[in-house]
């Protein structure tokens, strides 16, 4: 298995507050990315990071910002928590090899109250 | 753009039944085609994987070939077990974008 933690793994949370979701790899992949997975949406792109500092929009990402100061990390945040981000989240790396494969951290289940 | 379509699920079966999930994607350029798995409460694992028109990958009893000519990754099994339910999301990517896209998931459970 790909070395991909994610915490906290569930975050019960009110609306307005701020959220941060930590992804963390050990395989020291280039390419990073957030997902959430919603009930008939499949999995829809938040933001993704193509290196340290280097990061780019995805289809949803509107609410959230992103980080990566170091290759083995990429935080999510939640400036102010809506209810409509209550999701699952996950994390995702690839090496960058040409068309490579994706992993998946475990996911973190977020409710905003 | 690039897209990825599913059958719709719930799919229910008897165990030892064959299973086929349909996938066909729309893509510029030649991608590489994807099958997942997600187990409950888990995160997605590879299932298998083609990168090139007429390869077949394979898994764990899993097969699907990449048809060109269809636009279709179509996921088959012959004898599914109990421990096969889950859901199966079929994904693309492309040449010069390090970008996913994922179908919406095709839930299977398979009855004793």
């Known amino acids: 298995d790909a070395g991909i933690t994610q915490s906290p793994r569930h975050k019960v949370t009110e609306t307005g507050t701020p959220v941060t979701l930590r992804c963390h790899q050990t395989?020291?992949?280039?390419?990073m990315y957030w997902y959430r997975q919603d009930p008939g949406h499949g999995l829809r792109l938040i933001h993704y990071?193509?290196?340290?500092?280097?990061?780019d929009k995805g289809e949803v990402s509107d609410g959230y910002s992103v980080s990566r100061s170091k290759t083995e990390d990429f935080l999510l945040t939640l400036e102010s928590a809506t209810s409509s981000q209550t999701s699952v989240y996950f994390c995702?790396?690839?090496?960058?090899?040409?068309?490579?494969?994706?992993?998946f951290g475990p996911g973190t289940r977020l409710t905003v109250l | 753009g690039d897209s990825v379509t599913q059958m719709e699920g719930p799919v229910t079966l008897s165990e030892e039944a064959f299973l086929t999930i349909n996938c066909t994607y729309t893509?510029?350029?030649?991608?590489?085609l994807f099958w997942y798995v997600q187990y409950p409460g888990e995160g997605l694992q590879l299932l298998l994987k083609?990168?090139?028109?007429?390869d077949k990958g394979s898994n764990k009893g899993f097969e699907a070939t990449y048809r060109k000519e269809t636009t279709s990754f179509h996921l088959e099994k012959g004898s599914v077990q109990v421990s096969d339910s889950a859901v199966y999301f079929c994904?693309?990517?492309?040449?010069?974008?390090?970008?996913?896209?994922f179908g919406t998931g095709t839930r299977l459970k398979v009855l004793a």
């Open positions: 994904a693309l990517t492309t040449s010069g974008t390090y970008k996913y896209i």
């Open positions: 893509a510029t350029g030649y991608p590489s």
């Open positions: 990071s193509y290196g340290v500092k280097d990061t």
């Open positions: 995702a790396i690839s090496g960058g090899q040409f068309m490579g494969t994706q992993y």
């Open positions: 083609a990168t090139k028109a007429d």
């Open positions: 395989e020291n992949h280039r390419y």
